[in-house]
């Protein structure tokens, strides 16, 4: 069939098939194992790109349970996530670590991984007739990783230093404090990677445990886009898995995709200040934002345009162009499955930080008090359009793209599709959206040579402009529009 809209991803539908824009072929099959493997063929393609996928990420480690009447204590699973993205290259009963660089570097290959919040991806990038190759070496590292006392010992010395080198970056250290302020206790707002003390408290067994528990067949996820034949393919994860010792009974069901339902945050700290002696310092503002799944991510893909997206932004303009205060500025917006974070960011003087801020939050009210113009829209239309068209031409975009549909969406929508709903976006919406953020409760965080008494002039800005954000808010639009969130 052809594209009319998003097509849905049922669980529990076990093959579907369409055609999407630019003639792409994109094929679902749903194994009776659970194991779910999505195919878009690109016409013309002579490369692929394939994932192996797990819903599993860095909120979903459990902590230490203490041992209690007739029950044993569980360790802290805290930086497990991370450390399988590690040690699933580390080695398996067939193949070394040297094996598995050697067969992608032979090939002029890439591969690698992600860990996510949400989600945890092992990926290669090879040309078409080494697929096979990159699906077997994978389906190997994710069935059969040997997980050795000698190599977790090693790699808990280079996580270490990883995470050293972030801890020097301070765009690192700031992105990180502000989901903490923002989130709260919520587990999205524990660092992706862990900590150093996670990372050095953490066992063995309790990354094995949790290879265990989370790499099974019906937690499995394969995306491949390029140039692929979705049946060769299914052939070849089926024959992979089963040579990693998968038992692929009959049955099983596919996991069940993670609760919609919007969770209560509250707010971390409404400021968070890592004091360094850098030349300049960085901050950031954000808002609790919206999940992946929100009907208005369109609109808020246009407000995040508008205020902070490219060079003709608001921000851009105002706080580089107009008065020469920062190099670096921009807003941007991360949705997970039942929250989000909205935010904007500069690097500036430490002497001007508390401006900076101030001017940051000036624009955002602006769009609440006074939304968008219509060429404003004109123009973010065309950016988020010509951005989306450019990126789709990377078989790496395809491949996330499939998998996050399949992992947190539960629907496909192609590049038509995705046009379809920004051209309905209005002033209206995006100005609802802005009065919506300006209204929640704000953190701020910082890193650099400042003190607590910084942004004092700010605290004092934002508490008077947040009054007049929600007065305007119930003045001009319905309130069953607004939806609240507990602070």
Same mark, same amino acid.
């Given at each position: ?356 801020? #101030? +001017?940051?939050?000036? $624009?955002?009210?602006? &769009? ?6 219509? =060429? %404003?829209? /004109?123009? @973010? ?24 549909? #399949? +992992?947190?969406?539960? $629907?496909?929508?192609? &590049? ?6 920004? =051209? %309905?976006? /209005?002033? @209206? ?59």
């Amino acid at each position: 069939m052809t594209m009319n809209g998003a097509v849905a991803l049922p669980l529990d539908l076990p093959e579907l098939s369409f055609t999407a824009s630019g003639d792409a072929l994109v094929r679902r099959s749903v194994l009776p194992s659970g194991i779910r493997i999505l195919s878009e063929r690109v016409p013309g393609a002579r490369s692929s790109t394939v994932g192996f996928w797990v819903a599993v990420g860095s909120r979903d480690e459990l902590g230490a349970v203490p041992a209690g009447a007739g029950t044993a204590a569980v360790p802290s699973r805290y930086g497990s996530t991370h450390f399988l993205e590690h040690l699933l290259f580390k080695g398996t009963a067939s193949r070394t670590a040297l094996d598995i660089a050697v067969a992608f570097d032979e090939v002029g290959g890439e591969h690698n991984a992600l860990t996510g919040k949400e989600y945890t991806c092992y990926y290669a990038k090879v040309q078409d007739r080494d697929l096979p190759m990159a699906v077997s070496v994978l389906a190997d590292m994710f069935t059969s990783s040997l997980l050795e006392r000698s190599e977790f010992e090693n790699e808990r010395g280079v996580i270490l230093e990883e995470l050293a080198m972030a801890d020097d970056d301070p765009n690192d250290v700031l992105g990180e404090r502000l989901f903490e302020a923002v989130l709260g206790g919520h587990p999205l707002g524990r660092p992706v990677g862990g900590d150093s003390d996670t990372i050095r408290a953490v066992t063995r067994d309790a990354v094995w445990d949790h290879y265990r528990a989370n790499y099974r067949p019906n937690d499995l996820v394969v995306t491949v886009a390029g140039a692929v034949d979705h049946d060769e393919l299914v052939a070849a994860v089926t024959d992979a898995v089963s040579a990693g010792g998968w038992q692929l009974d009959a049955g099983a069901a596919p996991v069940a995709r993670r609760t919609a339902t919007l969770a209560t945050i509250e707010r971390g700290s409404a400021f968070s200040l890592t004091e360094r002696p850098n030349e300049q310092a960085v901050l950031m503002l954000g808002y609790p934002g919206f999940s992946a799944a929100d009907d208005r991510r369109s609109a808020l893909g246009v407000l995040n345009s508008v205020l902070g997206g490219g060079m003709s932004s608001h921000l851009f303009q105002e706080v580089r162009e107009r008065r020469g205060l920062a190099y670096s500025v921009y807003s941007f917006a991360s949705g997970y499955s039942d929250a989000g974070v909205f935010g904007m960011y500069a690097g500036c003087s430490p002497k001007n930080a508390g401006q900076v801020a #101030e +001017l940051l939050l000036t $624009e955002l009210g602006r &769009l609440a008090d006074d939304g968008i113009t219509a =060429d %404003e829209l /004109t123009r @973010a239309r065309g950016q988020l359009s010509g951005s989306a068209a450019l990126a789709l031409e990377d078989s790496d975009t395809r491949m996330s793209r499939l998998g996050r549909s #399949e +992992l947190t969406t539960g $629907e496909f929508a192609d &590049l038509d599709e995705a046009l379809r709903r920004l =051209d %309905e976006v /209005t002033p @209206a919406d995006v100005q609802r959206l802005a009065q919506e953020i300006a209204a929640r409760p704000l953190s701020i965080a910082a890193v650099g040579a400042l003190d607590e008494h910084a942004f004092d002039a700010v605290a004092a800005f934002d508490a008077a402009a947040a009054v007049g954000v929600v007065a305007a808010a119930a003045d001009s639009a319905d309130t069953d529009e607004l939806e609240p969130v507990a602070s």
